[in-house]
């Protein structure tokens, strides 16, 4: 049966590589000897030397298509998104309701969902909530100063992620847990769970690809441990329930989450009742959508954060210049770190948009087909159900796109070159109607809190850094080893 799988390429005439017996292409992903970014960067360098503009590998026994053409990456993302409109992943609301997040969800709800929530990440709903931001920003710095001591480098990976759990966790769900100062809350340890990749974990993650939909869905399989979930359905509750029965405004998405749940849309107002007759959302369903933001918010935005330090630490020319404009912003705005000057930073930007180039953290843009979809100017038809994959790693890092590609150049960025970018060839967001929902937002974090350590610290790279760097293996990637960085305090600036 597994041959008879894995021949599924050769019979439908697709150039594809050798798999190994049941585990198919991918199994240094799930040996965990390399990143899925790195595994998918190569498959896209052999189908390109080929000539091919896409290719067929196999995950485990599942046939994926990747995708080497700007064309077709055009066509599977914006054209004929109508054939590709969902992620891969198991759903079943009932069983399992955390499963029902934006990420996972598919078709008509989708599209539905996605509607209600984007105007929950509006330039105007990002003013609102960047007061919290900065909040925790001088807290990262606080943090440092009490961590950094002489000889002593910082693991800055950890640094950075308790800033941006705690600016998550007060943004989705409305609390303060302040992990920077007391890591071992109750929420903290749930989500931590929520995250870890232990083995019944990775089984059963395992089971929810493998397996035929409808049969889990008939068997009520569910991926999230029960326990876990009740606890975050449980809190969503109490805290939706406390502020209506308060009448309570605070400035986060969970005030958006609630408008949504008893108005059907999002206001600038602190209302949380109307008349409208718009289609409302269960309690539930803004549970998931907080845990999604929580999840998918969180270890993007501290990775690329890392990632970005890093390399300024490696680039001094690169991190001075920074430092001189974020000092001339700040100096601008009465020595405070505003919105309005945040995006006036057009270096930090240019900064922020090449380390993503050299770091995406997202493995690749993944869409299923959800209609059978005739590839243009070929012979061959992509099945319903079948994975499509578009390497970003490769195509971030393909010298025909990005000249000498393993060099961290901000210039590539600059006003003037970034309109030579040829599209769809840079995609740390992913690109389409299906692109990051929080894009602004993440990028907001990330930008705040490089700021906050550009502005107090000089940083350089420490020996304990491991180079060449090799990726870990988790979901979204970091640096194996960690990044230690030697902070040298330069000013006393607050923000
Ligand atoms: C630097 C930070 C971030 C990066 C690099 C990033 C990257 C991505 C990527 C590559 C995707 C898949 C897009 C596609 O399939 O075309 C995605 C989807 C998504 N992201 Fe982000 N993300 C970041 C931050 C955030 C934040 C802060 C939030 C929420 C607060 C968020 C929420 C989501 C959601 C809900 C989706 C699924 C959208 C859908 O299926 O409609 N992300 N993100």
Request: glycine fraction near 6%; hydrophobic fraction near 40%; aromatic fraction near 12%.
């Given at each position: 049966y597994i041959s008879w799988k894995h021949s599924y390429w050769s019979r439908k005439g697709v150039d594809s590589i050798e798999p190994d017996f049941f585990f198919g292409n991918?199994?240094?992903?799930?040996?965990?000897?390399?990143?899925?970014?790195?595994?998918?960067?190569?498959?896209?360098?052999?189908?390109?030397?080929?000539?091919?503009?896409?290719?067929?590998?196999?995950?485990?026994?599942?046939?994926?298509?990747?995708?080497?053409?700007?064309?077709?990456?055009?066509?599977?993302?914006?054209?004929?998104?109508?054939?590709?409109?969902?992620?891969?992943?198991?759903?079943?609301?009932?069983?399992?309701p955390v499963s029902g997040s934006l990420f996972n969800l598919k078709g008509g709800k989708w599209k539905n969902i996605r509607a209600k929530l984007t105007p929950t990440f509006t330039t105007g709903k990002m003013k609102m909530m960047f007061q919290t931001i900065a909040e925790y920003a001088t807290n990262l710095q606080e943090l440092l100063e009490e961590n950094n001591t002489p000889n002593n480098p910082v693991d800055i990976k950890k640094y950075v992620s308790m800033y941006n759990i705690d600016i998550i966790t007060s943004c989705a769900f409305g609390i303060e847990v302040n992990s920077m100062k007391d890591p071992d809350t109750e929420f903290l340890k749930y989500f931590e769970k929520l995250m870890e990749p232990s083995l019944t974990l990775i089984i059963r993650r395992f089971i929810s690809v493998t397996l035929p939909q409808w049969l889990l869905v008939k068997l009520k399989f569910r991926v999230t441990y029960k326990n876990i979930e009740q606890f975050f359905l449980k809190t969503v509750k109490e805290i939706v329930e406390y502020r209506e029965?308060?009448?309570?405004?605070?400035?986060?998405?969970?005030?958006?989450?609630?408008?949504?749940?008893?108005?059907?849309?999002?206001?600038?107002?602190?209302?949380?009742?109307?008349?409208?007759?718009?289609?409302?959302?269960?309690?539930?369903?803004?549970?998931?959508?907080?845990?999604?933001?929580?999840?998918?918010?969180?270890?993007?935005?501290?990775?690329?954060?890392?990632?970005?330090?890093?390399?300024?630490?490696?680039?001094?020319?690169?991190?001075?210049?920074?430092?001189?404009?974020?000092?001339?912003?700040?100096?601008?705005?009465?020595n405070k770190i505003t919105y309005d000057g945040i995006m006036e930073m057009e270096y930090l930007d240019m900064v922020v948009q090449e380390t993503m180039r050299l770091y995406p953290i997202a493995s690749g843009v993944s869409r299923v087909c959800n209609k059978p979809y005739p590839v243009p100017e070929s012979n061959v038809v992509i099945e319903t159900g079948t994975e499509v994959m578009?390497?970003?790693?490769?195509?971030?890092?393909?010298?025909?796109?990005?000249?000498?590609?393993?060099?961290?150049?901000?210039?590539?960025?600059?006003?003037?070159?970034?309109?030579?970018?040829?599209?769809y060839t840079y995609m740390p967001f992913g690109e389409g109607p299906r692109a990051c929902i929080g894009l602004r937002f993440g990028k907001l974090q990330v930008k705040v809190g490089?700021?906050?350590?550009?502005?107090?610290?000089?940083?350089?790279?420490?020996?304990?850094?491991?180079?060449?760097?090799?990726?870990?293996?988790?979901?979204?990637?970091?640096?194996?080893?960690?990044?230690?960085?030697?902070?040298?305090?330069?000013?006393?600036?607050?923000?």
């Amino acid at each position: 049966y597994i041959s008879w799988k894995h021949s599924y390429w050769s019979r439908k005439g697709v150039d594809s590589i050798e798999p190994d017996f049941f585990f198919g292409n991918t199994t240094a992903v799930i040996k965990r000897k390399e990143h899925r970014s790195v595994v998918f960067e190569k498959f896209y360098k052999y189908f390109k030397s080929r000539g091919q503009k896409f290719g067929g590998i196999y995950d485990l026994i599942s046939p994926v298509v990747v995708v080497t053409d700007l064309e077709l990456i055009k066509c599977v993302l914006q054209k004929d998104f109508s054939h590709f409109m969902n992620h891969f992943g198991y759903i079943n609301e009932e069983a399992d309701p955390v499963s029902g997040s934006l990420f996972n969800l598919k078709g008509g709800k989708w599209k539905n969902i996605r509607a209600k929530l984007t105007p929950t990440f509006t330039t105007g709903k990002m003013k609102m909530m960047f007061q919290t931001i900065a909040e925790y920003a001088t807290n990262l710095q606080e943090l440092l100063e009490e961590n950094n001591t002489p000889n002593n480098p910082v693991d800055i990976k950890k640094y950075v992620s308790m800033y941006n759990i705690d600016i998550i966790t007060s943004c989705a769900f409305g609390i303060e847990v302040n992990s920077m100062k007391d890591p071992d809350t109750e929420f903290l340890k749930y989500f931590e769970k929520l995250m870890e990749p232990s083995l019944t974990l990775i089984i059963r993650r395992f089971i929810s690809v493998t397996l035929p939909q409808w049969l889990l869905v008939k068997l009520k399989f569910r991926v999230t441990y029960k326990n876990i979930e009740q606890f975050f359905l449980k809190t969503v509750k109490e805290i939706v329930e406390y502020r209506e029965k308060n009448n309570v405004y605070r400035k986060d998405f969970m005030h958006l989450l609630i408008q949504i749940k008893n108005m059907g849309e999002t206001t600038d107002t602190g209302n949380l009742n109307s008349e409208s007759t718009i289609k409302h959302l269960s309690i539930n369903e803004i549970a998931a959508q907080a845990i999604t933001f929580y999840v998918a918010g969180y270890e993007t935005s501290s990775s690329t954060m890392a990632f970005g330090l890093m390399e300024l630490a490696l680039n001094i020319v690169c991190q001075e210049r920074l430092r001189e404009e974020i000092l001339s912003v700040v100096r601008k705005y009465n020595n405070k770190i505003t919105y309005d000057g945040i995006m006036e930073m057009e270096y930090l930007d240019m900064v922020v948009q090449e380390t993503m180039r050299l770091y995406p953290i997202a493995s690749g843009v993944s869409r299923v087909c959800n209609k059978p979809y005739p590839v243009p100017e070929s012979n061959v038809v992509i099945e319903t159900g079948t994975e499509v994959m578009i390497p970003l790693r490769g195509l971030h890092r393909d010298p025909e796109f990005f000249p000498d590609p393993d060099k961290f150049d901000p210039e590539r960025f600059n006003q003037e070159n970034k309109s030579r970018i040829r599209p769809y060839t840079y995609m740390p967001f992913g690109e389409g109607p299906r692109a990051c929902i929080g894009l602004r937002f993440g990028k907001l974090q990330v930008k705040v809190g490089i700021c906050a350590v550009i502005l107090k610290y000089k940083l350089a790279i420490n020996k304990k850094t491991q180079f060449p760097l090799k990726l870990s293996t988790s979901i979204i990637a970091g640096a194996v080893g960690g990044i230690w960085l030697d902070l040298e305090k330069i000013s006393d600036l607050d923000l």
